[in-house]
Structures are given as C-alpha cells and as structure tokens.
C-alpha cells in the first residue's frame, strides 16, 4: 500500500507546510538503499529512505547465494526483515517517487552550497546528502548535472570507491553506481556508501562496532564513537532477543509470490 502525502508528512515528523529537513536522504528501498541507511542512521544521521516501490529483488524465487544463508532465503522475506532493521536503526522510510532532484546553485561569487530539494509525487524534502539507490531510473537527477554513463537504454551514474559522485554531497549505490546485480553486493556497497556520507559529515565517528567489556578500556582506551563495550550479561540478552525475533520473522511461510518479469504477459 502507498503511504499518501498526509502520511508521510506525519511519519516524517513535520506540519503541514513545512519541508522536512534530513541529514540524509536514500532514493531507493531495496537492498543497497537499505543497507547505505542503515548506517547513516546508526550513526545518529536523521535519515528518511524514499522507496517508490518494489525492489527488482522481489522478483527472485530464491535467495541462495548470500552468505550466511546455507539453504537459501525467499527473497521478499529478506527485504522486509532489511527494512525493519533500518526503520529499527533509526530510518524513517516513506512510499514515494521522488521525480527531481536539484542541488547547490551558481551565483556571482561561485557555486552556493545549499540543501538539496527533493520533489516526490506525494511530498517535498530537503536533505544536506543524498544517495541515489534506484533502479533503473535516474532521470531525477539531471538537474544536479551529476555525471551518468550510458549503459545499452539506461544510465548509470559515474562515482568513486567509495560511491561519491561528480556533485559534493550526491552519491550513488548499488546498481545505478553500476555494480554486478547481486544482493550481496549491493548490501555491501550501500554500506560503503553509507559509510562515506558519515565520514563527509561532521559527526564524530571511528567504527560501528559493538566489542566485549574491556575490548578498548583493557588496554587504558577511551571507547571511540560509534563503538560499545558490553557485559556478558548483556551480550547474552541481546542474543536472546535477537534470536527470538528472527524466530518471529521465520514462523509462517511468507505469502508473497514472486514478481514476475513486467515484459511477461499474464496469460
């Protein structure tokens, strides 16, 4: 189901009339949009994905080569236990299609840095980064004269290693940066990518790594940002509570049917 203009306004927090503003804004909810907010909001980056729908990865029967996931995965299952943990982690992640992007401006004294404002079908937005994880579109972007690479019909956009584009504070993820086509690979490049709009920022940040009692203190260190130290008793805790609720996720078979390729005809 679409989440309307007046929901989104009330799940983005903000009154109506007023243009919320994010330190980050994903386009994309599949795996690499997902995975790049995921990080952004775990370290504490107010962070919105904008999904216009259906990952392409809904269309796989079956999820069998991620690691970890010896027997395989129904795919669609994945995607929603993916986007639970970003909306866990800190994401608010709203349906919509966002249709323009338009970034910093020329003026007489050089190139003006300002918010991106982004128009979706159903509601504004502002963001001071933006990472572009759609697929296969990328028209919104031709306002921000981001460089994209003609691949066959469609177009990709032209990054770095770590997915930052031609435009400061623009950056592209997963299949649009022209990554291979796997859910591994797009999870893990959403990271990096996700990474890389924390470390352009100005939060304080080492590692997103949560270590046993003493991993940093034991050797007279402060425990850096971003990182834990936690008793054993709270390790076990947490492990309690992660296994019960993965448990909850794989209870019932998940009813959702694959989607089927758009150019096949129902019969």
Excluded at 187 to 196: E, I, M, Q, R
Aim: one cysteine or more; glycine letters at 8%; aromatic letters at 6%.
């Amino acid at each position: 189901m679409r989440i309307r203009l007046e929901s989104n306004r009330n799940r983005c927090g903000v009154a109506d009339g007023v243009t919320p503003m994010y330190d980050c804004i994903v386009v994309g909810g599949g795996v690499a949009g997902l995975s790049a907010g995921l990080y952004t909001a775990r370290a504490e980056l107010d962070t919105l994905v904008v999904s216009a729908g259906e990952s392409i990865l809904a269309r796989n029967a079956s999820l069998e080569n991620y690691p970890g996931l010896p027997a395989g995965f129904d795919a669609r299952r994945y995607l929603s236990i993916v986007r639970d943990q970003a909306e866990s982690a800190g994401c608010t992640v709203v349906d919509d299609r966002i249709e323009r992007v338009a970034g910093s401006v020329e003026s007489a004294s050089g190139p003006e840095v300002r918010p991106f404002k982004l128009a979706g079908a159903d509601g504004n937005y502002e963001a001071r980064r933006v990472v572009a994880a759609s697929w296969p579109d990328s028209e919104y972007l031709t306002e921000t004269d981001v460089e994209r690479i003609q691949r066959g019909n469609k177009h990709v956009v032209s990054v770095d290693r770590a997915g930052r584009t031609t435009v400061d504070g623009l950056y592209a993820a997963g299949r649009i940066a022209d990554t291979p086509h796997q859910a591994i690979v797009a999870a893990g490049h959403g990271a990096t990518v996700g990474l890389a709009v924390v470390q352009d920022s100005d939060t304080p940040f080492y590692h997103d790594w949560v270590a046993p009692r003493g991993y940093f203190t034991g050797r007279d260190r402060d425990v850096p940002p971003a990182c834990d130290e936690i008793e054993a008793d709270e390790r076990l805790a947490r492990d309690e509570r992660a296994r019960r609720r993965l448990a909850q996720k794989l209870e019932e078979p998940f009813a959702d049917e694959p989607t089927q390729h758009p150019r096949v005809v129902d019969e």
